[in-house]
């Protein structure tokens, strides 16, 4: 999940033009560095790098407002699909 990590952090800066620090628990949404316009763009690229589909009920703030609250989610739903 450090792979991820970095891969976050790279795409906030260059897809998402996220600017200033970008701590692992900087909010990303509830903080205004990233708009509700850009959630589609953002599971979409998390989806591509863990290789699972994230359900439309589990995009909350909870799981998607810091990067340790999306690598968080995506290693348990990783670990998830491993055990099925």
Do not use: H, Q, W
């Not at 600017?19 to 979409?44: A, M, N, P, Q």
């Not at 990067?67 to 290693?75: G, L, Q």
């Amino acid at each position: 999940m450090d792979e991820l990590k970095l891969a976050l952090r790279r795409a906030l800066v260059s897809r998402f033009g996220v600017k200033g620090v970008l701590d692992d628990d900087t909010k990303l949404f509830s903080g205004g560095l990233i708009d509700s316009l850009s959630v589609i763009e953002l599971v979409s690229f998390v989806e591509s790098e863990i290789g699972c589909a994230i359900p439309p009920t589990a995009i909350t703030l909870e799981n998607f407002d810091s990067i340790d609250r999306i690598v968080r989610y995506a290693a348990a739903l990783v670990s998830a699909g491993d055990g099925a």
